[in-house]
């Protein structure tokens, strides 16, 4: 069980624990990790009497978004592929912010990318003093696409324009300000403040949250489907595959500045 990139486990309050596990890649994401989810949130649906989702992340960062060589490898694969990988991922952080259970990400380290969109999909957010962020796809040449409704549910489409245009890494205090972040504490009291959370959560009527949890979806950017979540998976897909990431995913692996000179206007 340790081996496996999602780990998850139930106490006798109900409370889940689901932790990224892929430490040695500070929790990127590949194909394996994005089935864990699945696989987790598949596990959950069938367990009676659960009552709150705790997400963290394993070693020393919570989650650095996509795993850039994995992503590499994607890329090159045919257009089917490309999509149904974009879609994969899509599902997984669709599927997290439409639990029934309400879900506090607890944050430390590095939240960037896919990250940024898993906790914009949890209901409470906790960090570390000390935790960075940054919604950096565009540094690669690639979009957010797929993690732009959840997004714009947590922070605005304003500070989406400054900080998805941007790629800038921001702290811990400034992702509260922006509302991606509900409270910041003291590096080593993440578990403390998570745990009166949780505590706070239990105390409430369980189909009074989760009817709560589902109204307040009905009303905002995440509730998305048909076309538009389609949409969203193509332009993730074809943008993976365009000259831009290309060039954005070269200069990573290089350890390079990308060259964006020679890829305008092809996509």
Known sequence: MSGKPVLWQHDDRGVVTVTLNRPDRNNAYNDEL??????????????????????RGAGRHFQAGADLMWLNGVRVQDHAANVAASRSTALAVDRLNRLALPTVALVHGFCVGGGTGIIAACDVVIAEESAKFAISEVRWGLTASIIFPQLNDAI??????????????FDAHEACRIGLVHTVVADGKLDEEGERIVAALLENAPIGITETKQLALAHAFGDVGGGTFESLVANHAAKRQSREAEEGL??????????????????
């Open 34 to 55: 994005i089935a864990g989810l699945h696989e987790a949130m598949d596990a959950l649906a069938a367990v009676d009497g659960l009552r709150a989702v705790v997400v």
């Open 156 to 169: 605005g489409v304003r500070q989406l324009r400054r900080y998805g245009l941007t790629g800038e890494r």
């Open 250 to 267: 070269a200069s990573f692996a290089e350890k390079r500045s990308a060259d964006w000179s020679g890829t305008s206007g092809k996509n």
